[in-house]
Protein backbone atom coordinates (compact mmCIF):
# COMPACT_ATOMS: atom_id res chain seq x y z
CA UNK A 1 0.00 0.00 0.00
CA UNK A 2 2.67 2.59 0.86
CA UNK A 3 4.48 1.43 -2.50
CA UNK A 4 1.05 2.48 -4.49
CA UNK A 5 1.34 5.71 -2.56
CA UNK A 6 5.14 6.30 -3.46
CA UNK A 7 4.50 5.94 -6.89
CA UNK A 8 1.65 7.66 -7.72
CA UNK A 9 3.42 10.73 -5.92
CA UNK A 10 6.69 10.33 -7.33
CA UNK A 11 4.53 10.09 -10.90
CA UNK A 12 2.71 13.02 -10.05
CA UNK A 13 6.03 14.83 -9.12
CA UNK A 14 7.96 13.64 -12.81
CA UNK A 15 4.18 14.98 -14.26
CA UNK A 16 4.89 18.44 -12.89
CA UNK A 17 8.67 18.30 -13.73
CA UNK A 18 7.75 17.61 -17.41
CA UNK A 19 4.99 20.10 -17.33
CA UNK A 20 7.03 23.28 -15.98
CA UNK A 21 10.17 21.66 -18.21
CA UNK A 22 8.15 22.18 -21.43
CA UNK A 23 6.74 24.99 -20.70
CA UNK A 24 9.80 26.96 -20.07
CA UNK A 25 11.48 25.73 -23.37
CA UNK A 26 7.84 27.00 -24.97
CA UNK A 27 9.16 29.90 -23.38
CA UNK A 28 12.75 29.75 -24.41
CA UNK A 29 12.06 29.37 -28.05
CA UNK A 30 9.56 32.11 -28.18
CA UNK A 31 11.96 34.07 -27.05
CA UNK A 32 14.88 32.75 -29.42
CA UNK A 33 12.09 33.74 -32.59
CA UNK A 34 11.73 37.11 -30.67
CA UNK A 35 15.56 37.69 -30.80
CA UNK A 36 16.04 36.43 -34.29
CA UNK A 37 13.49 38.22 -35.39
CA UNK A 38 14.36 41.63 -33.65
CA UNK A 39 18.01 40.23 -35.28
CA UNK A 40 17.35 40.71 -38.82
CA UNK A 41 14.57 43.59 -38.14
CA UNK A 42 17.94 45.54 -37.06
CA UNK A 43 20.28 43.97 -39.74
CA UNK A 44 17.93 44.91 -42.41
CA UNK A 45 16.67 47.94 -41.39
CA UNK A 46 19.97 49.67 -40.59
CA UNK A 47 21.60 52.46 -43.12
CA UNK A 48 25.06 50.44 -42.81
CA UNK A 49 24.81 47.37 -45.03
CA UNK A 50 25.83 44.11 -43.89
CA UNK A 51 27.69 41.35 -46.24
CA UNK A 52 29.11 37.84 -45.67
CA UNK A 53 31.49 36.82 -49.22
CA UNK A 54 32.95 33.37 -49.82
CA UNK A 55 36.63 34.69 -51.28
CA UNK A 56 37.85 30.73 -52.10
CA UNK A 57 38.07 29.35 -54.25
CA UNK A 58 36.18 32.00 -55.83
CA UNK A 59 34.96 35.36 -54.64
CA UNK A 60 31.42 34.60 -54.08
CA UNK A 61 28.82 36.79 -52.17
CA UNK A 62 26.81 35.03 -49.83
CA UNK A 63 24.47 37.73 -48.38
CA UNK A 64 24.10 41.29 -48.94
CA UNK A 65 21.43 43.18 -46.61
CA UNK A 66 18.50 45.00 -47.97
CA UNK A 67 20.15 48.52 -47.45
CA UNK A 68 23.27 48.20 -49.84
CA UNK A 69 20.06 48.66 -52.95
CA UNK A 70 19.58 52.29 -50.80
CA UNK A 71 22.90 53.28 -52.59
CA UNK A 72 23.36 50.93 -55.75
CA UNK A 73 19.82 51.13 -56.86
CA UNK A 74 17.30 48.26 -57.26
CA UNK A 75 18.12 44.58 -58.33
CA UNK A 76 21.55 45.84 -57.70
CA UNK A 77 21.91 42.94 -55.07
CA UNK A 78 20.71 40.45 -56.93
CA UNK A 79 23.41 41.22 -59.81
CA UNK A 80 25.50 40.62 -56.93
CA UNK A 81 24.83 37.62 -55.84
CA UNK A 82 24.92 36.06 -59.05
CA UNK A 83 28.20 37.81 -60.01
CA UNK A 84 30.93 39.38 -57.69
CA UNK A 85 32.47 40.85 -60.58
CA UNK A 86 28.97 42.85 -61.22
CA UNK A 87 29.52 44.52 -57.86
CA UNK A 88 33.24 45.09 -58.07
CA UNK A 89 32.86 47.30 -61.64
CA UNK A 90 31.44 49.73 -59.26
CA UNK A 91 34.44 50.60 -57.60
CA UNK A 92 36.41 53.47 -57.74
CA UNK A 93 39.59 52.77 -60.10
CA UNK A 94 41.40 54.25 -57.54
CA UNK A 95 40.41 51.95 -54.82
CA UNK A 96 40.36 48.30 -56.47
CA UNK A 97 44.02 47.86 -55.65
CA UNK A 98 42.49 48.18 -51.91
CA UNK A 99 39.85 45.67 -52.93
CA UNK A 100 41.91 43.01 -54.36
CA UNK A 101 44.19 42.97 -50.92
CA UNK A 102 41.63 42.65 -49.07
CA UNK A 103 39.85 39.31 -50.81
CA UNK A 104 43.62 38.27 -50.64
CA UNK A 105 44.27 38.44 -47.26
CA UNK A 106 46.90 41.58 -47.17
CA UNK A 107 45.37 43.70 -45.61
CA UNK A 108 45.10 44.86 -41.55
CA UNK A 109 41.91 43.94 -40.71
CA UNK A 110 41.51 45.67 -37.40
CA UNK A 111 41.80 48.97 -39.17
CA UNK A 112 38.40 50.60 -41.00
CA UNK A 113 38.95 50.30 -44.96
CA UNK A 114 38.23 53.78 -46.55
CA UNK A 115 36.74 53.07 -50.20
CA UNK A 116 34.47 55.17 -52.70
CA UNK A 117 31.75 52.89 -54.67
CA UNK A 118 29.83 54.30 -57.97
CA UNK A 119 26.47 54.72 -56.32
CA UNK A 120 22.75 54.09 -58.92
CA UNK A 121 23.38 58.16 -59.82
CA UNK A 122 26.71 57.38 -60.90
CA UNK A 123 28.23 59.29 -58.16
CA UNK A 124 31.20 57.72 -56.25
CA UNK A 125 30.09 58.08 -52.08
CA UNK A 126 33.09 57.15 -49.64
CA UNK A 127 32.27 54.29 -47.43
CA UNK A 128 34.37 52.99 -44.19
CA UNK A 129 34.30 49.26 -44.48
CA UNK A 130 35.58 46.92 -40.83
CA UNK A 131 36.13 43.57 -42.26
CA UNK A 132 36.54 40.08 -40.10
CA UNK A 133 38.36 37.47 -41.84
CA UNK A 134 37.05 33.69 -41.36
CA UNK A 135 39.92 31.04 -42.45
CA UNK A 136 39.63 27.59 -42.94
CA UNK A 137 43.26 25.44 -42.38
CA UNK A 138 44.91 28.50 -41.91
CA UNK A 139 43.55 29.75 -45.58
CA UNK A 140 40.98 32.68 -46.14
CA UNK A 141 38.38 31.07 -46.78
CA UNK A 142 35.29 34.10 -46.46
CA UNK A 143 35.09 37.50 -45.64
CA UNK A 144 31.96 38.97 -43.32
CA UNK A 145 31.94 42.95 -42.66
CA UNK A 146 29.98 46.09 -42.83
CA UNK A 147 30.08 49.22 -44.39
CA UNK A 148 28.67 52.79 -43.31
CA UNK A 149 28.40 55.96 -45.86
CA UNK A 150 30.80 58.49 -44.31
CA UNK A 151 30.18 61.52 -47.08
CA UNK A 152 29.74 63.96 -44.58
CA UNK A 153 32.87 63.09 -42.84
CA UNK A 154 35.18 62.67 -45.56
CA UNK A 155 33.35 66.11 -46.67
CA UNK A 156 34.06 68.04 -43.27
CA UNK A 157 37.73 66.54 -44.05
CA UNK A 158 38.27 67.96 -46.91
CA UNK A 159 37.02 71.49 -45.63
CA UNK A 160 39.30 71.02 -42.47
CA UNK A 161 42.02 70.48 -45.03
CA UNK A 162 41.35 73.00 -47.10
CA UNK A 163 40.94 75.77 -44.69
CA UNK A 164 44.63 74.58 -43.52
CA UNK A 165 46.16 75.07 -46.27
CA UNK A 166 44.71 78.42 -48.04
CA UNK A 167 44.74 82.29 -47.13
CA UNK A 168 41.61 83.09 -45.78
CA UNK A 169 41.38 86.59 -47.67
CA UNK A 170 42.59 85.18 -51.17
CA UNK A 171 41.68 81.56 -50.76
CA UNK A 172 45.94 81.08 -52.66
CA UNK A 173 47.66 78.47 -50.73
CA UNK A 174 49.29 80.13 -47.50
CA UNK A 175 52.67 79.81 -46.31
CA UNK A 176 52.22 76.58 -44.71
CA UNK A 177 51.51 74.77 -47.92
CA UNK A 178 54.07 76.67 -49.53
CA UNK A 179 57.02 75.74 -47.28
CA UNK A 180 55.66 72.22 -46.98
CA UNK A 181 55.71 71.77 -50.83
CA UNK A 182 59.59 73.70 -50.94
CA UNK A 183 60.74 70.92 -48.57
CA UNK A 184 59.23 68.21 -50.56
CA UNK A 185 61.48 69.42 -53.56
CA UNK A 186 64.11 69.87 -51.84
CA UNK A 187 64.37 66.73 -50.18
CA UNK A 188 61.84 64.16 -52.43
CA UNK A 189 61.22 65.70 -55.60
CA UNK A 190 64.18 65.69 -58.29
CA UNK A 191 62.99 68.24 -60.71
CA UNK A 192 63.52 71.74 -62.68
CA UNK A 193 62.34 74.45 -60.13
CA UNK A 194 61.69 78.20 -60.58
CA UNK A 195 60.63 80.27 -57.92
CA UNK A 196 58.82 83.88 -58.54
CA UNK A 197 58.33 86.08 -55.64
CA UNK A 198 56.27 89.21 -55.37
CA UNK A 199 55.93 92.06 -53.51
CA UNK A 200 52.90 94.50 -53.24
CA UNK A 201 54.06 97.77 -53.29
CA UNK A 202 51.61 100.64 -51.62
CA UNK A 203 49.77 98.69 -49.75
CA UNK A 204 50.55 100.67 -46.08
CA UNK A 205 49.83 103.99 -47.96
CA UNK A 206 46.60 102.62 -49.38
CA UNK A 207 45.88 101.31 -45.92
CA UNK A 208 46.19 104.96 -44.28
CA UNK A 209 44.43 106.89 -47.54
CA UNK A 210 41.55 104.59 -47.97
CA UNK A 211 41.10 102.36 -45.20
CA UNK A 212 41.91 98.24 -44.65
CA UNK A 213 39.11 97.17 -46.69
CA UNK A 214 40.80 98.65 -49.87
CA UNK A 215 44.02 97.71 -48.60
CA UNK A 216 42.15 93.92 -48.66
CA UNK A 217 40.58 94.40 -51.94
CA UNK A 218 43.94 95.41 -53.25
CA UNK A 219 45.52 92.26 -51.73
CA UNK A 220 42.33 89.79 -53.00
CA UNK A 221 42.56 91.61 -56.62
CA UNK A 222 46.57 90.47 -57.08
CA UNK A 223 45.98 87.10 -55.44
CA UNK A 224 43.56 86.95 -58.36
CA UNK A 225 45.58 87.87 -61.10
CA UNK A 226 48.09 85.11 -59.51
CA UNK A 227 45.34 82.36 -59.61
CA UNK A 228 45.08 83.46 -63.62
CA UNK A 229 49.23 82.58 -63.79
CA UNK A 230 48.75 79.06 -61.73
CA UNK A 231 45.85 76.74 -63.76
CA UNK A 232 48.26 74.79 -64.37
CA UNK A 233 49.56 71.65 -61.60
CA UNK A 234 52.92 72.66 -62.39
CA UNK A 235 52.08 76.25 -60.51
CA UNK A 236 51.48 76.84 -57.19
CA UNK A 237 50.39 80.54 -55.87
CA UNK A 238 50.71 81.32 -52.16
CA UNK A 239 50.19 83.87 -50.27
CA UNK A 240 53.35 83.61 -48.10
CA UNK A 241 53.30 87.82 -46.00
CA UNK A 242 50.64 90.41 -45.61
CA UNK A 243 51.78 91.41 -48.78
CA UNK A 244 54.19 88.95 -50.36
CA UNK A 245 52.92 86.25 -52.53
CA UNK A 246 55.39 83.29 -54.43
CA UNK A 247 54.75 81.08 -57.48
CA UNK A 248 56.54 77.48 -56.90
CA UNK A 249 56.93 76.05 -60.84
CA UNK A 250 58.14 72.46 -60.95
CA UNK A 251 58.87 71.08 -64.95
CA UNK A 252 59.51 74.06 -66.55
CA UNK A 253 62.60 75.40 -68.39
CA UNK A 254 64.64 78.80 -67.59
CA UNK A 255 62.89 80.49 -70.96
CA UNK A 256 59.42 79.71 -69.47
CA UNK A 257 59.88 80.77 -66.17
CA UNK A 258 61.02 84.19 -67.20
CA UNK A 259 58.68 84.52 -69.85
CA UNK A 260 56.10 84.26 -66.95
CA UNK A 261 57.58 86.40 -64.57
CA UNK A 262 57.27 88.79 -67.89
CA UNK A 263 53.91 88.28 -68.17
CA UNK A 264 52.87 88.50 -64.60
CA UNK A 265 54.70 91.46 -64.47
CA UNK A 266 52.60 93.18 -67.37
CA UNK A 267 49.25 92.16 -66.13
CA UNK A 268 49.84 93.87 -62.77
CA UNK A 269 51.17 96.95 -63.95
CA UNK A 270 48.13 97.16 -66.68
CA UNK A 271 45.39 96.34 -63.75
CA UNK A 272 43.77 100.11 -62.83
CA UNK A 273 41.85 100.22 -59.42
CA UNK A 274 39.46 102.80 -59.85
CA UNK A 275 38.19 102.97 -55.87
CA UNK A 276 41.99 103.16 -55.26
CA UNK A 277 42.62 105.76 -58.36
CA UNK A 278 46.27 103.58 -59.40
CA UNK A 279 47.55 100.35 -60.97
CA UNK A 280 48.46 98.14 -58.79
CA UNK A 281 51.97 98.05 -58.41
CA UNK A 282 54.15 94.51 -57.52
CA UNK A 283 57.68 93.83 -57.67
CA UNK A 284 59.07 90.58 -59.12
CA UNK A 285 61.78 88.70 -59.24
CA UNK A 286 62.76 85.47 -60.09
CA UNK A 287 65.36 82.27 -59.67
CA UNK A 288 65.55 79.38 -61.63
CA UNK A 289 67.71 75.69 -61.15
CA UNK A 290 68.18 72.73 -63.48
CA UNK A 291 67.43 70.46 -60.16
CA UNK A 292 65.50 71.31 -57.15
CA UNK A 293 67.17 68.86 -54.51
CA UNK A 294 69.45 70.47 -51.85
CA UNK A 295 68.76 74.07 -54.04
CA UNK A 296 65.23 75.40 -52.38
CA UNK A 297 66.45 77.87 -49.65
CA UNK A 298 69.04 79.15 -52.25
CA UNK A 299 66.48 79.60 -55.07
CA UNK A 300 64.29 81.27 -52.89
CA UNK A 301 67.40 83.76 -51.65
CA UNK A 302 67.79 84.43 -55.13
CA UNK A 303 64.44 85.16 -56.17
CA UNK A 304 64.01 87.36 -52.86
CA UNK A 305 67.16 89.27 -53.63
CA UNK A 306 66.18 89.72 -57.28
CA UNK A 307 62.80 90.79 -55.87
CA UNK A 308 63.99 93.66 -53.60
CA UNK A 309 66.28 94.66 -56.74
CA UNK A 310 63.18 94.88 -58.84
CA UNK A 311 61.38 97.20 -55.53
CA UNK A 312 64.39 99.65 -55.79
CA UNK A 313 64.17 100.19 -59.35
CA UNK A 314 61.06 100.84 -59.22
CA UNK A 315 61.32 103.47 -57.03
CA UNK A 316 64.50 105.03 -58.59
CA UNK A 317 62.29 105.26 -61.80
CA UNK A 318 59.29 106.50 -59.77
CA UNK A 319 56.73 103.97 -61.17
Known amino acids: MIFCYGFIIASLLWTIILFFFHKTMKRKKAELIFNHDSFVHIVENTNDFIYYAQVYPEVKFKYLSPSAEKFFGKGSIAGALVSADVAFMDIHPDDYPILIKKVKGELDYSSGIIQRWKDSEGRYRWFEEY ?23 MELQAELEYRMNHDALTDLFNRGFFETQMRKYDEEINSPAGLIICDLNELKTVNDLYGHKEG ?67 AIGYAYSNSSINKMDSLFIEADKNMYRNKKQTKILGC
Do not use: W
Not at 133 to 151: M, S, T
Not at 226 to 231: A, G, H, Y
Not at 242 to 266: M, P, Q, R, T, W
Open 216 to 282: DFLIRTSADILKEFSKSEQIIAARIGGDEFALLIADKSLEEVESLAKSLHKRFNYCYIESISRNIKM
Open 131 to 153: ATPIYEKGKLAALQGVLRNIDER
